[in-house]
């Protein structure tokens, strides 16, 4: 199993950014996908989650500017955000979670860097 994350960087206050994990290794299909993310000296926090049915759910915080999706052909779950605020600096992780068995898989992780 692998979730390989990719498209962090450094962006400006209010900028945008878009975040992607592909997986191997699991029938993609059967997994609930989420983002979570770190900041230093924080604990890890989900930001955003979506089912396998495509239902979303978001941290309040993020709702409004952060949007998840899923492409089940590929196998890929995208994070695009929006009206980026220095907050949100963190290393953002994806997570597979199984519908059936609740196994859970993590990414290595991505860095935003929201700064002027």
């Known amino acids: 199993v692998e979730l390989v994350e990719s498209g962090g960087g450094l962006v400006q206050p209010g900028g945008s950014i878009n975040i992607s994990c592909v997986t191997s290794?699991?029938?993609?299909?059967?997994?609930?996908m989420a983002w979570y993310r770190q900041a230093p000296g924080k604990q890890r926090e989900r930001v955003a989650r979506?089912?396998?049915?495509?239902?979303?759910e978001y941290v309040y915080f993020v709702r409004g500017r952060f949007t998840i999706s899923r492409d089940n052909f590929k196998a890929t779950t995208t994070l695009q955000m929006i009206l980026l605020r220095p907050e949100d600096t963190a290393v953002y992780y994806c997570?597979?979670?199984?519908?059936?068995?609740?196994?859970?898989?993590w990414g290595q992780g991505t860095q935003v860097t929201v700064s002027s």
């Open positions: 997570n597979a979670e199984d519908l059936h068995d609740r196994a859970n898989y």
């Open positions: 290794g699991i029938n993609f299909r059967d997994y609930h």
């Open positions: 979506i089912f396998t049915n495509g239902f979303q």
